[in-house]
């Protein structure tokens, strides 16, 4: 059996290596690389990680090529941006859309409104106030490949992550301006990928009319200055800061302003996680009672070192990393360098932005070698704290304090 | 002179101080704008954008182990995503893949029938997956 698995993998590789060249001939997207066993990989879960390069993308991880899902290399988080090309990709459906014609595309709003609308990209450019705004996105399902017992799904490390600055109009003046009828519940929204088989279900997801006039969310057409990548959704991408990015619909062709709740697969069984306490449930006895996530639990991600790093003894090792809430506002982050025993304050750097990640950082000189577990953890202004443990059936919400093992060497 | 020296170290230790407490105290909070690694991309309203934008994506899929039900699994499945669906997911229980591929009918609407669910399921064991601990658990362990 193991032996088998080698062989396929083995075949794999050079099967990869084959798509390389073939790629490099053409001078096209399907870049890939198995990299077995390279030192890049350790600590990894998966024993093998594969890299392609997507149209307007860089070289990133590819769990999956067809619909694509690419996560972004922890070294792209230094910055406070997360670049446009590295930005990480998650599409439920193969049928993304590849080809869109600005002068043909309309985001319509229907449904319980007095004026269905139907708006051009220059509409909403020019007929809303622009709205600039640094947001975080994440993945429900990011760090999903840490939980244990481990739970299928897309098997993200912490990259299904990043950092962007937006540029778009106030969700809330788009429904104004399409005046909503009395009795509206829900806004929903769907874009233009569509399902391959007709009995799969439209990707769409709702928000609360009182979150969509009350909240930040904006329709997206600009980010890092720029036009959003296709893989990204452009034309416009609704972003809901502070919420997962399951709820920023990509590519956002419609929204319907409903008098009932949207019920379908996204919304009744997908995405969602259980009522218990911190959300967490026994694998033995998962909960019965779940509801739909929502927004980011507080959390610090290490982003150097990585994971099974070598570092010399008495050598300054920068530590840094980036904490996370809903829009709260990080407080504090801690690290400790002992497995848990001591914690020490880290700096915290500036605010960059209400719903945006905090940077943090921390210099550590070891002085024992041997191997050694950090870990980092986060607070909130609200008192949010993180969890030591957790486990959830779909693997959502990761809020678990960080351990990351490294080895210091003489 | 000895009290010259004395006022020049007072002097000093104010310094020290008052920089001290105007860069140090503010160093744990201040901003790092200035770090190196933190190039500022600037947000432009004014961003020229092409009127239609296309790319074109081509696949890699991997290569798939022969064996009983890679035909089924080949139209079944992968008419819908790649295999790498599988390839990068950990090497689960035979209860776990048949959870898995009974979503694809319900949840997603599959045209798989009962028998090729089997089928399916017997494949992704055979090069994916593992079969099922015996049922009688062990209470004691985790």
Known sequence: MEYRRRDFFKAAAVLGVSAYLAACKRGSVARTVMNMGLPDSLGMSPDVRTWARYPEKTDLIMLTDRPPLLETPMHYFLQDLTPNDAYFVRWHYAGLPTRVDLRTFRMKVVGAVNRPLELSFDDLRSKFEPITMTAFSQCAGNSRSFFRPQVPGAQWMNGAMGNACYVGARLKDVLKAAGLKAGAVEASFRGLDIPPLQASPDFEKPLTIEHALGGDSILAYEMNGEPLPMLNGFPVRLVVPGWFATYWVKALSQITIRTEPLHNFWVDTAYRIPTTPGHSEDPKQPSPETIPLTNYPTRAIFVTPEASAKLNRFAEVKIEGVAVDDGAGIRRVEVSTDGGRTWTDAALDRVIDKYSWRRWRMSWRPSQIGPHRLQCRAANAAGEAQADHEWNHGGYCRRTIQALDVEVVS | ?142
């Not at chain 2, 009290?3 to 020049?8: D, F, G, S, V």
């Not at chain 2, 104010?14 to 407490?21: E, F, R, S």
């Not at chain 2, 690694?37 to 994506?57: F, G, H």
């Not at chain 2, 992968?78 to 950990?90: A, E, G, K, M």
């Open chain 2, 1 to 142: 002179m000895q009290t010259l020296r004395i006022l020049a170290s007072l002097v000093v230790a104010a310094v020290a101080i008052l920089a001290y407490a105007i860069w140090g105290r503010a160093g744990s909070e201040r901003t790092t704008a200035t770090t190196e690694t933190s190039p500022v991309i600037s947000a432009s309203r004014l961003t020229e954008v092409q009127p239609v934008k296309a790319i074109q994506l081509e696949y890699d899929p991997p290569g798939l182990p022969p064996g009983p039900g890679l035909d089924l699994f080949a139209a079944q499945c992968v008419v819908c995503h790649s295999p790498r669906y599988v390839l990068n997911q950990p090497i689960f229980p035979r209860k776990t893949w048949t959870a898995e591929v009974h979503k694809m009918v319900k949840a997603y609407g599959a045209p798989i029938d009962p028998s090729q669910e089997k089928e399916i399921v017997n494949y992704l064991v055979s090069w994916h997956g593992k079969d099922d601990p015996p049922a009688i658990r062990n209470p004691s362990s985790k």
